[in-house]
């Protein structure tokens, strides 16, 4: 990778981290985890859906900041994405929409993919190891 294509890696790593932590945490410190399990019920899901998607916005928010297993926490978290946006499609384009618009979630879905192709970049504690992978 090109110092370019590093520091891209490095921003969008800690731009999709930082979102997926800050959305876990609304549902555990706003919402709280049984208003979650509530809102997942009242849109399909089941409701021990809730506790999952908790974990795995907030753990791999927290392995995306450090730049562990950047690929696969990526490609991890697309059904998580793609569950927004199949919660909010009804509501229309534009997330200020009245129950929010599917373009935000479908956006962060295409750059987890994104991320997932980019790797972790050299910015990250797994950096040492893709290098090693690499030459080999």
Request: net charge neutral; hydrophobic share 60%.
């Amino acid at each position: 990778m090109n110092q370019n294509t590093d520091i891209a890696a490095l921003l969008l790593r800690l731009a999709l981290g930082t979102m997926f932590i800050a959305h876990g945490l609304l549902k555990v410190m706003v919402f709280t985890l049984p208003g979650t399990v509530g809102f997942f019920e009242q849109v399909g899901f089941p409701g021990w859906l809730a506790y999952v998607v908790t974990f795995a916005e907030i753990g791999g928010g927290v392995l995306l900041l450090a730049g562990v297993a950047v690929p696969a926490v990526s490609i991890a978290l697309l059904p998580v994405l793609l569950g927004a946006v199949y919660v909010h499609f009804g509501s229309g384009w534009v997330f200020n929409n009245a129950n929010g618009g599917w373009e935000y979630p479908a956006f962060l879905a295409v750059a987890a993919v994104v991320q997932a192709l980019l790797g972790p970049g050299k910015f990250a504690l797994q950096a040492p190891v893709f290098a090693r992978l690499r030459s080999a």
